[in-house]
């Protein structure tokens, strides 16, 4: 792997982790209650990962290291599976299951929903702007 597409997922990995945790500074989870910091976190990034991947694959000709940067990098950076464990692991553990079970179910289906929302989405308004 060239040191390019390594260096520019590592400064985009930085940037997106200092966002994630800037927004757990902002927004700071109950020690006992739904993560709704990481949640918006998780669902915020995916959908930006829809615009981004319409952009870059159906409007732009990208440069090849922006891909790696916004798309691994900053984006993988900022949205974590890591956390989504370990708030569910906390919650089973503090008893709290229906909790953790619906964050689960919930997480799963709404990043989903807002990558399909944010792709349809922009490829509508590229469509319209190119009308």
Known sequence: MPWSVVSVVALGAMLGATARYAASLVWPMPVDGF????FAVNV??????GVFMVLISDVWSAH?????????G??????????YAVDIQRLLNAG???????????????????????????????????A
Not at 35 to 38: G, Q
Not at 64 to 72: A, D, M, S
Not at 74 to 83: D, E, I, N
């Open 35 to 38: 993560p709704w910091t990481t």
């Open 96 to 130: 709290r299951a229906r909790t953790g079970m619906t964050y689960l179910g919930a997480t799963l289906l709404a990043a989903l929903a807002a990558v399909w929302a944010a792709v349809w989405l922009t490829r509508r308004l590229v469509a319209w702007r190119r």
């Open 74 to 83: 900053v984006l993988g950076g900022f949205t974590t599976f890591s956390t």
């Open 64 to 72: 090849r290291l922006l891909r790696p940067f916004v798309g691994t």
């Open 44 to 49: 915020t990034g995916c959908a930006a990962i």
